[in-house]
C-alpha cells in the first residue's frame, strides 16, 4: 500500500510543448504519465528546476505536444455518449446518456479529415472526426444487450460506418471500404490514411500517426535457494512430531507481458520453476518417515514494477502456483523395530499441488534478485489429514 502512494506522487517530466489559447506555443515539460483515459488537467514546468508547477485543463489550452513519444493530444468540444454499455442491465439500447463537455483528444490521424481517440470513465474507447470544413463529431457505435417477450440477444448498430461512408463520398473505394470497417485504431488509422493521400498527400506525413509506446516482453533464467519448512496436521499420518525442516535448489524460466497502457507499470510474469520438497521425521517410538517430492511448477504473478528513470527498478509481485510431481523418488515408511524393512507411507499421495506465491524484488538492468515466499498445500490426498509446505527462496535473475 505504501508502495502504491508513493508511486502515484512520482513525477515524470518529458519534454512538452504547450499550445495556448492564442495559438502560441509554450515550450517546456509536462508530467506525462502515458494515459488510457485522457487527464482532465496537466503539470507543466517550464525548466526542470522550477519550484512552482502550472496546471493547465482544457478550457485553458488549445492542446499540447509530448516530444519523446510523439503524442499531441488537441482540445474540442464535443457531444459523446458515455452510456455504460453494461450487457446485464435492463435499460433499452436507446437510452443512451450524452455528455457535451471539453476534453483532451489524442491525435491519430491528421490532415483534410482528422482523427482522435477519446477515453471515457467507463474505459470505453470513442473516435472522433472533424476537418476543416467539418464540424466535430463522434463516430458512433451502439452496444447493448436487448431483451423482448420473443427473444433477446446482443445489438449492436455501426451507425459509424455510414458516417464514414458519407464523410468519404467523393473516393467511392474508400467509402466502400468504410462501409465494412471494424470499430478499432488501427483499422480506422489506415482507412483516413488512405484517403488523406488520396485527397491531399502534403498533408499527410509520419509525425501525425502517432507511435505507440512499445512495452517490450521479457524473459530469461532464474535460480536460488529455497529454505523450507513442513506441517503435518491430522490422525491420517504416522507422525508425532515435528518435520525437519532443510533447504534446497530451485529454478527455471520466466517471461514477463506487460499489461501496457490500460495499467502501466503493471505486467504478467509467467513462470516455470523446478523444486524439491524433501522431508523426514522420526516418532518417540523411532518408527521413521522421509519424503522427497520433485515438481514442475508454473507461476502466474501479477507484477508492479515501481517506475524510475534509471535501470533499476523495484517491484513486487503475487499470484498463484499450479505444482505436479514429476518424481516421487521417497515416500517411505519404517517401524524402528524393522528399520531396513520400507513401505509406502501415504498411499495415493496427490502429485498435484496449488500454492500462494508473493515476492519483493529490483531488477538492475540485466540483473535481478528477488526474494519470495512459496506456500503449498503438499500431497496430501486425505480430508482428514493437511500438509502445508512452506518455503522462503533467494532467486537470482537473468534477462536475456
Known amino acids: ?204 506525413t509520419t509525425a501525425e500517426v502517432k507511435n505507440k509506446i512499445k512495452y517490450p516482453v521479457s524473459f530469461g533464467l532464474m535460480a536460488g535457494i529455497s529454505f523450507n519448512s513442513y506441517d503435518f496436521r491430522g490422525d491420517a499420518f504416522r507422525l508425532d512430531g515435528p518435520a525437519k525442516s532443510n533447504s534446497s535448489p530451485v529454478g527455471g524460466i520466466w517471461l514477463n507481458v506487460p499489461f501496457g497502457r490500460v495499467a502501466r507499470n503493471f505486467s504478467a510474469d509467467i513462470e516455470v520453476i523446478y523444486k524439491q520438497s524433501r522431508t523426514s521425521s522420526v516418532t518417540k517410538k523411532g518408527d521413521f518417515s522421509r519424503f522427497d517430492f520433485r515438481y514442475l511448477q508454473l507461476n502466474t504473478l501479477v507484477r508492479y514494477t515501481y517506475p524510475t528513470k534509471t535501470g533499476i527498478k523495484p517491484y513486487i509481485n503475487a ?19 524393522r528399520p531396513d524393512e520400507w513401505q509406502v507411507n501415504i498411499a495415493g499421495a496427490r502429485k498435484y499441488e496449488q500454492s500462494l506465491v508473493g515476492g519483493i524484488g529490483v531488477i538492475i538492468y540485466r540483473l535481478g534478485v528477488e526474494v519470495r515466499y512459496n506456500s503449498g498445500n503438499g500431497f496430501s490426498p486425505y480430508v482428514g489429514g493437511k500438509t502445508a509446505f512452506n518455503s522462503l527462496q533467494v532467486l537470482a535473475k537473468l534477462s536475456f
Not at 488537441?74 to 435499460?91: A, N
Not at 455528455?99 to 491528421?110: A, E, M, P, S, Y
Request: with cysteine; hydrophobic share 40%; glycine share 6%.
Open 1 to 204: 500500500m505504501a508502495l502504491a502512494c508513493v508511486a502515484v506522487a512520482q513525477r515524470n517530466y518529458v519534454p512538452a510543448t504547450i499550445i495556448t489559447s492564442q495559438n502560441d506555443s509554450l515550450k517546456g515539460f509536462v508530467d506525462f504519465r502515458d494515459w488510457f483515459m485522457p487527464p482532465k488537467e496537466i503539470t507543466f514546468k517550464q525548466s526542470l528546476s522550477d519550484a512552482t508547477e502550472q496546471h493547465f485543463g482544457p478550457g485553458n489550452i488549445n492542446g499540447f505536444r509530448i516530444g519523446e513519444p510523439d503524442i499531441e493530444y488537441v482540445v474540442r468540444k464535443v457531444s459523446i455518449d458515455v452510456t455504460k454499455e453494461d450487457y446485464s442491465s435492463d435499460k433499452e439500447a436507446w437510452e443512451r446518456t450524452i455528455q457535451d463537455t471539453i476534453v483532451f483528444l489524442r491525435k491519430l490521424v491528421g490532415g483534410t479529415y482528422n482523427l482522435y481517440e477519446y477515453a471515457d470513465v467507463h474505459a470505453r474507447v470513442h473516435y472522433i472526426v472533424d476537418g476543416k470544413n467539418t464540424p466535430v463529431q463522434e463516430l458512433e457505435k451502439v452496444s447493448a444487450f436487448v431483451r423482448r417477450s420473443n427473444m433477446e440477444g446482443m445489438y449492436t448498430d455501426n451507425r459509424y460506418q455510414k458516417q464514414l461512408a458519407t464523410l468519404f463520398a467523393d473516393n467511392p473505394a474508400i467509402a466502400h471500404k468504410a462501409e465494412n470497417v471494424t470499430y478499432h485504431e488501427k483499422n480506422l488509422v489506415k482507412l483516413f490514411v488512405a484517403y488523406n493521400s488520396a485527397k491531399d498527400p502534403s498533408t499527410v
Open 319 to 337: 499470484g498463484l502456483g499450479n505444482g505436479m510431481a514429476i518424481k516421487i523418488a521417497q515416500n517411505d515408511f519404517a517401524y524402528a523395530s
